[in-house]
């Protein structure tokens, strides 16, 4: 029998936040493999064992997952991914990918998922607590109320929309363009929070655009609320 690929999130950064699921997981199998050129460096590792002190002693698997824009790289680094991980999966043993935050929401895992699928292999996915959700909890705030909508925007990519809509907009990894980011949002004259390495040690939590350094990290989530009524 083929092993069992599972996504598992382990959360934003906060140890605590990782579910007993993905705890359970780590503990129960043999290998355990994480985005990067090694496995030991990656954010998700550093989270998961914090939790698992176990997970130091465990089979690692680094699957480099390229960021290039250019199809033909990131196509060839996922076949070679994929590769290592059927070459694993075809002993029979189960293989946990971790993954920061919820593997349903802009996971690098999704592109393993597809083509591990296509090749007849099963696949799962553990839910993990979502950056946003975590950052909301930070600031103290709900991101939503009534019948108000939720915008979640991948922020680098969409530097040239307004966010004129209703409700309530959630910008994520919004660092290396910060400076267009905040124009945008003075524009919109929405209420702006954000929250920098969220759960992690170097967190840092800013209550306007003003505030917000032009030259904030890669995992720095903007929410950016209507004003409340009487203000």
């Known amino acids: 029998m083929k092993g069992i690929l599972y996504g598992v999130g382990v959360g934003p950064g906060d140890p605590e936040l990782m579910t007993l699921k993905a705890v359970r997981l780590i503990r129960e199998n043999t290998y355990i493999a994480a985005p990067g050129e090694d496995a030991r460096d990656t954010v998700a590792y550093k989270i998961a064992l914090q939790a698992v002190p176990e997970l130091e002693e465990k ?9 290039s824009h250019d199809k033909e790289e990131r196509e ?3 076949r070679k991914g994929v590769q290592m991980l059927e070459e694993v999966l075809d002993t029979g043993e189960n293989i946990v990918f971790l993954t920061l935050g919820d593997p349903t929401v802009y996971s690098t895992f999704s592109y393993l998922q597809k083509r591990v699928e296509e090749d007849g292999y099963p696949t799962a996915l553990v839910s993990g607590i979502t950056s946003f959700c975590a950052a909301a909890a930070r600031l103290n705030m709900p991101l939503s109320l009534w019948q108000e909508p ?3 925007i ?3 990519h969409r530097l040239d929309e307004r966010l004129d809509g209703e409700g309530t907009y959630v910008l994520m990894k919004s660092g290396k363009k910060m400076d267009q980011v905040k124009e945008i949002l003075r524009e919109s004259k929405k209420e702006v ?3 920098e390495d969220c759960g992690m040690e170097t967190e840092k939590v800013y209550h306007s655009v ?5 030259d904030a990290g890669y995992y720095s989530l903007i929410i950016a609320k209507e004003p409340e009524s009487g203000k």
Request: hydrophobic content about 50%.
């Open 154 to 156: 991948p922020a680098i």
């Open 193 to 195: 929070c954000m929250v």
């Open 76 to 78: 060839a680094c996922h």
């Open 59 to 67: 089979k690692l698997m680094s699957i480099y997952m390229s960021m």
């Open 150 to 152: 939720l915008h979640i």
């Open 210 to 214: 003003d505030e917000i350094p032009d």
